[in-house]
């Protein structure tokens, strides 16, 4: 086990410098120059070189990468061209947003689709199948924006249950923020809820079919206990993979939702930022994000391992 973490960490590293690699140059690339922008069209040259050279942009772009990456190996992100504040300040107020937000989210569509997905592979071809996966079409077919626009209308706005939009910030309680960040949550977990629901209910289909399976019924076991004791656990494996990737896109891609909801979380913050040729933040931010998504799919194939020893075995 110790020598497949190894592997991965490795292979972790090297993911991590090359997603440095290409965000930074594909940021760099973008058309438009923060301190003109900043100090907009009317700006005289001069002033505009001065701009550059307090904000570093008249290094070389090696130089600045260099830079870039040594202050994120040091927790230094660097400073807001816009807002003039370290962009580590800024992550950190928004990620105490958008990281309860994706545990929340996640929490709600494990809770949703592990009994869905379970019951459904249980009465295949039975009414109850056929309603869960009714059900599961029409939450992948709703767009999660039109979702929450529906929640804020019903409950926001109709019965009053909980607030339209904005966060109230954790030092008003930690039932306040939950409380306000459960329409969001609702609304991001529930077409998540009906992806995993499908994978959960084709993996155990597919493993109930096994020969192995068949030797349990034959030695006694009933459909039931064949299941719990032998076809949960190897069904996991595809749904790990799916909640580990759907953990990243609650992380990386609430965007939409915290616009509808205006919650002060990451997915704002790079909006903004991009609209303001905020170059640091953005690629702050994303670096972030990528580094995020490569951490959980590294916890995720340590999953696996634990889940099915074959993997180990494998290294």
């Known amino acids: 086990m110790l020598h497949y973490?190894?592997?991965?960490?490795?292979?972790?590293?090297?993911?991590?410098?090359?997603?440095?690699?290409?965000?930074?140059?594909?940021v760099e690339v973008a058309p438009g120059d923060p301190a003109s922008f900043m100090l907009g069209i009317n700006a005289q040259p001069d002033t505009v070189a001065a701009l550059r050279t307090e904000l570093g942009l008249d290094q070389s772009k090696f130089d600045r990468y260099r830079s870039w990456v040594g202050g994120m190996l040091t927790g230094d992100f660097g400073t807001?061209?816009?807002?003039?504040?370290?962009?580590?300040?800024?992550?950190?107020?928004?990620?105490?947003?958008?990281?309860?937000?994706?545990?929340?989210?996640?929490t709600l569509s494990t809770l949703i689709a592990f009994p869905a997905g379970i019951f459904a592979a249980a009465r295949r071809g039975g009414i109850g199948d056929l309603g869960v996966t009714?059900?599961?079409?029409?939450?992948?077919?709703?767009?999660?924006?039109?979702?929450?626009?529906?929640?804020?209308?019903?409950f926001a706005i109709n019965l009053r249950w909980f607030s339209a939009g904005g966060f109230p910030g954790w030092d008003r309680g930690v039932w306040?923020?939950?409380?306000?960040?459960?329409?969001?949550?609702?609304?991001?977990?529930?077409?998540?809820?009906?992806?995993?629901?499908?994978?959960?209910?084709?993996?155990?289909?597919?493993?109930?079919?096994e020969d192995f399976i068949r030797t349990a019924r034959a030695k006694g076991l009933s459909s039931r206990q064949a299941l719990w004791r032998h076809g949960l656990r190897n069904a996991l494996i595809p749904v790990l993979t799916i909640i580990g990737l759907q953990f990243a896109f609650l992380l990386a891609g609430a965007i939409i939702?915290?616009?509808?909801?205006?919650?002060?979380?990451?997915?704002?913050?790079?909006?903004?930022?991009?609209?303001?040729?905020?170059?640091?933040?953005?690629?702050?931010?994303?670096?972030l994000l990528v580094f995020a998504v490569i951490v959980v799919n590294f916890v995720v194939d340590l999953a696996y391992a634990a889940v099915d020893p074959r993997l180990r075995a494998r290294t």
């Open 5 to 26: 973490a190894l592997k991965r960490l490795v292979s972790l590293a090297i993911s991590l410098l090359v997603a440095s690699l290409v965000i930074f140059v594909v």
């Open 80 to 106: 807001s061209y816009t807002y003039r504040t370290p962009v580590s300040q800024m992550i950190a107020d928004r990620l105490w947003v958008s990281l309860p937000l994706a545990l929340y989210a996640l």
């Open 134 to 154: 009714g059900a599961t079409q029409l939450g992948v077919a709703i767009p999660n924006f039109w979702f929450a626009m529906m929640l804020v209308l019903i």
């Open 176 to 209: 306040t923020g939950m409380k306000a960040l459960t329409l969001p949550a609702i609304a991001l977990a529930l077409p998540q809820a009906a992806i995993l629901t499908r994978v959960m209910r084709s993996s155990l289909l597919d493993i109930l079919g």
């Open 257 to 287: 939702i915290e616009q509808v909801f205006f919650l002060p979380g990451l997915g704002r913050l790079i909006f903004q930022a991009i609209t303001q040729r905020d170059l640091i933040v953005v690629e702050s931010v994303v670096m």
